[in-house]
Nanobody
Framework: QVQLVESGGGLVQPGGSLKLSCVTP????????IGWFRQAPGKEREGVSC????????FYTDSVKGRFTISEDNANNTVYLVLNTLKPEDTAVYFC?????????????????????WGQGTQVAVSS
């Protein structure tokens, strides 16, 4: 069983920034694929970004390219998602998810079915 704990959400004004963290206490991230997904009220869950921790390769959905950055800190079992130039439409609960086999981020897209473990989410609200 892999536990995932997200943090770093909050309320920011449009144009602001946040840094989300996804920690796997008690588990190593090495070799995993870690994905960030989000779900806004009344909308389906959407894949945002993922990283393959074995080689650092990443994927971003088009709506966040150039604004969000995903990175890993294997020593601290943490994956970060930096959210810059936030827009009201970025408002959602953000979840991180883990694929211990490490393959989920290698298909050029975000496929939630490939992730076995999920965190509880952290709320991001963008409003003036």
């Amino acid at each position: 069983q892999v536990q995932l704990v997200e943090s770093g959400g909050g309320l920011v004004q449009p144009g602001g920034s946040l840094k989300l963290s996804c920690v796997t206490p008690g588990s190593t991230l090495h070799g995993y694929a870690i994905g960030w997904f989000r779900q806004a009220p009344g909308k389906e869950r959407e894949g945002v970004s993922c990283i393959s921790t074995s080689d650092g390769s990443t994927f971003y959905t088009d709506s966040v390219k150039g604004r969000f950055t995903i990175s890993e800190d294997n020593a601290n079992n943490t994956v970060y998602l930096v959210l810059n130039t936030l827009k009201p439409e970025d408002t959602a609960v953000y979840f991180c998810a883990a694929d211990p086999l490490g393959s989920a981020c290698r298909f050029g897209g975000m496929y939630s079915i490939l992730y076995d473990y999920w965190g509880q989410g952290t709320q991001v609200a963008v409003s003036s």
